[in-house]
């Protein structure tokens, strides 16, 4: 294992394969990129050349995120190079959903061990709003759906709060926790590239849930634990609400089903297990365990500052994955304690050049 200048642990890596995206969320980006408008794609082998220095360094886990990762051209290629390395214990992915439906039993055949689908509404007119988009909310329901047909270790749904939510809303959400098997997180919106900071706070979220469930949200503490598929039980009994409940109270406690992330995790009154994501308001920085490699080939030390390293230029002029290791240990030595919070200034790069 690999430690930073603060001694912690860098177990996780975040791989946007893409800065294309079929989506224009606020958020993230003002307006859709196209898998052609992207000319500097890294090919699958020199991401395995940057992938096994990490593996070299120790990383258990790694996630695939954009842009979109699903409009990454070579993505099965890199799945299944992947595959036959076994170098990570996890393999995951973050995804709109809209192009998953059809894809999601082969990319579990492919080595992909759990999904995350990015839902920030349940309704469509609110859902067309915040993804820029008419009438793909029943391509991303779809989408989950199939994650679930197809075995994956877990499938976990992320909303990001972009401003406070209607008690309506939230009920309309609970009403889908109670229906699919998910670990349902949610995500405190971050400002990139000249945005600002807004949102509820983590105090704020939390007290608006405990309201509406009509009692006290119990964390669930994290641990590890064997893999199991999303959506059943030892009974075998799939089928029914206490069912589904048990599961994803068992599955919080799982590190192969809630991950390596940040997440804090809480069970509702009702049952669902819900995660909280607040870097801002509630900063987890003194365990940050991950790093992030941008689709440009450059390794970002920290979401919310600009610290970088091109790794890309050292691959193009030969540089082994040995070689690599020695540099990207050197780089994390750069990392900073922590980020200044709310009153930080925005990253330069937007959300979409980062990975989601």
């Known amino acids: 294992m690999v430690q930073d200048n603060w001694q912690r642990t860098i177990e996780y890596v975040r791989l946007s394969l893409t800065e294309a995206c079929n989506f224009c969320c606020p958020y993230c980006r003002p307006e859709a990129i196209t898998p052609e408008s992207q000319t500097n794609l890294l090919s699958p082998d020199e991401w395995l050349t940057i992938l096994g220095a990490f593996h070299q360094l120790g990383v258990r886990a790694l996630r695939l995120t954009g842009g979109e990762p699903l409009l990454y051209p070579h993505l099965d290629e890199l799945l299944r190079k992947l595959q036959g390395r076994q170098w990570f214990e996890d393999v995951s992915?973050?995804?709109?959903?809209s192009l998953l439906a059809k894809r999601a039993a082969e990319l579990h055949k492919l080595g992909l061990d759990r999904v995350n689908i990015s839902l920030d509404a349940v309704d469509e007119l609110t859902?067309?709003?915040?993804?820029?988009?008419?009438?793909e909310?029943?391509?991303?329901?779809?989408?989950?759906e199939a994650a679930f047909e197809a075995g994956f270790t877990s499938v976990k749904i992320n909303t990001v709060l972009m401003e406070p939510m209607s008690d309506d809303m939230v009920r309309s959400l609970l009403a889908y926790m109670e229906k699919w098997p998910v670990i349902w997180r949610f995500i405190e919106y971050m400002p990139f590239q000249g945005q600002t900071f807004r949102g509820p706070t983590f105090e704020e979220w939390q007290a608006q849930l405990t309201r509406i469930c009509g009692g006290p949200l119990i964390?669930?503490?994290?641990?590890?634990?064997?893999?199991?598929?999303?959506?059943?039980?030892?009974?075998?009994?799939?089928?029914s609400v206490a069912a589904r409940k048990n599961d994803a109270q068992k599955n919080a406690k799982n590190k192969s089903v809630?991950?390596?992330?940040?997440?804090?995790?809480?069970?509702?009154?009702?049952?669902?297990?819900?995660?909280?994501?607040?870097?801002?308001s509630h900063s987890y920085c003194h365990e940050c365990n991950r790093v992030r490699l941008t689709s440009d080939g450059r390794l970002r030390l920290c979401l919310l500052?600009?610290?970088?390293?091109?790794?890309v230029s050292l691959v193009r002029q030969g540089k082994s994955s040995e070689e690599l290791a020695e540099?990207?240990?050197?780089?994390?030595?750069?990392?900073?304690?922590?980020?200044?919070?709310?009153d930080m200034a925005a990253p330069k790069r937007a959300m979409w050049r980062i990975g989601g």
């Open 93 to 97: 992915m973050t995804t709109n959903g």
């Open 127 to 135: 859902f067309d709003v915040r993804t820029g988009r008419t009438g």
């Open 137 to 144: 909310l029943p391509a991303v329901i779809k989408g989950i």
């Open 219 to 239: 964390p669930v503490e994290k641990n590890g634990g064997k893999k199991g598929k999303t959506g059943s039980n030892e009974d075998g009994d799939a089928g």
């Open 258 to 280: 809630t991950g390596f992330g940040p997440a804090t995790y809480y069970a509702l009154p009702q049952g669902p297990v819900v995660g909280f994501i607040f870097p801002m």
């Open 305 to 311: 500052r600009d610290d970088e390293a091109d790794l």
């Open 327 to 342: 540099h990207i240990k050197d780089v994390l030595q750069l990392r900073r304690e922590q980020h200044e919070g709310p």
